[in-house]
């Protein structure tokens, strides 16, 4: 079941006096959103603007909207602070709860793969669920260790699809990563920047699974990448306008870096990242600033780097 807190929005609403208000939800709450709007209006003064455009983290906070609508206060749903803005942001993360855990099973799963040391990782929106079952294995005598990563990074153990600070910190005194959430995109960055075994147990659906099939494709696919960028003669350097994700000094040096090697580059930039918008155009290779997720993409048929990966690219070229 998914927990939302509208209250703590509420009462900030009435604290800060706002009259305007910009609502930002995740996908997965888009089908909630007249009912939360009608809760924000009927317990507050405030007017409710909601912005429609997909948002997946907390990177991509709605400052435009802010300023457009001279609004006051900015409702973030399902995501934790990620980043410092001048506007006023309220926070409201969801929660995820399930009527049990199957320990055993985690237990069972853990000691198969000889993880006595465990370093326990979520999704912000399973944290409740992490320290449950951080209870649970050091009752049942495993060593369990949790750390906050860097700035980006809310609470112990959360980790996101950009930053895998909260397991790299950890990585040699543990045997192996127990990552809490649903989907992979998360439990995949550790799995690629660790060299240690990673379980990733969805409470949802209770299945737990090992993601050294995954982390296998993915390396290949990206091997993959950067073969055909060898031959690339012409670049497309995307960069986003979302605030979280905006790299520009990095988007100058990668073009001035790609030039340097006598090939062509130029810099594109977007709120969204979209295939569409990129249609029509001659690029030989993409290299991707902003989410990392957008390195998975298919970018109209053509090789997608990532920056670390554009230097290996140069070296050799
Ligand atoms: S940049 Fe991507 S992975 Fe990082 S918080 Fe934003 S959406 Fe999530």
Request: hydrophobic share 40%; charged share 35%; with cysteine.
């Amino acid at each position: 079941m998914l927990k939302l807190d509208i209250k703590k929005a509420i009462t900030e609403i009435k604290k800060k006096n706002a009259k305007t208000v910009i609502l930002q939800l995740p996908e997965g709450l888009k089908g909630k959103t007249l009912e939360i709007i009608e809760r924000i209006e009927g317990k507050t003064k405030a007017k409710v603007i909601a912005v429609m455009d997909p948002v997946w983290g907390a990177c991509d906070l709605a400052e435009t909207e802010m300023k457009e609508f001279n609004a006051d206060l900015l409702i973030h749903l399902g995501h934790a602070k990620y980043t410092d803005s001048k506007i006023k942001v309220v926070y409201v993360p969801l929660e995820y709860s399930v009527k049990e855990i199957n320990l055993d099973k985690i237990q069972r799963m853990l000691e198969n793969e000889k993880i006595k040391k465990v370093g326990l990782l979520c999704a912000v929106q399973f944290y409740n669920i992490l320290k449950e079952i951080e209870k649970g294995l050091k009752k049942k005598k495993f060593t369990v260790l949790l750390e906050k990563g860097g700035e980006k990074i809310d609470c112990k153990g959360q980790v996101l699809g950009c930053d895998q600070s909260s397991a790299v910190k950890i990585e040699k005194k543990v045997d192996g990563f127990l990552y809490i959430g649903d989907g992979f995109f998360h439990p995949l960055g550790v799995a690629v920047s660790t060299d240690k075994k990673v379980l990733a147990f969805n409470p949802l659906n209770g299945e737990i699974k090992d993601l050294v099939e995954e982390k296998n494709i993915f390396v290949r696919k990206r091997y993959g990448s950067i073969a055909r960028a060898m031959n690339a003669k012409v670049f497309g350097i995307l960069v986003s306008r979302k605030k979280g994700q905006l790299r520009k000094e990095l988007a100058l040096e990668l073009k001035k870096r790609i030039e340097r090697k006598g090939k062509k580059a130029f810099i594109f930039s977007m709120d969204f990242i979209k295939s569409e918008y990129l249609m029509g155009i001659n690029i030989d290779c993409y290299v991707n600033t902003a989410c990392p997720r957008i390195i998975e993409d298919n970018l109209n048929d053509k090789p997608v780097l990532n920056p670390e990966e554009l230097f290996e690219v140069l070296e050799k070229i």
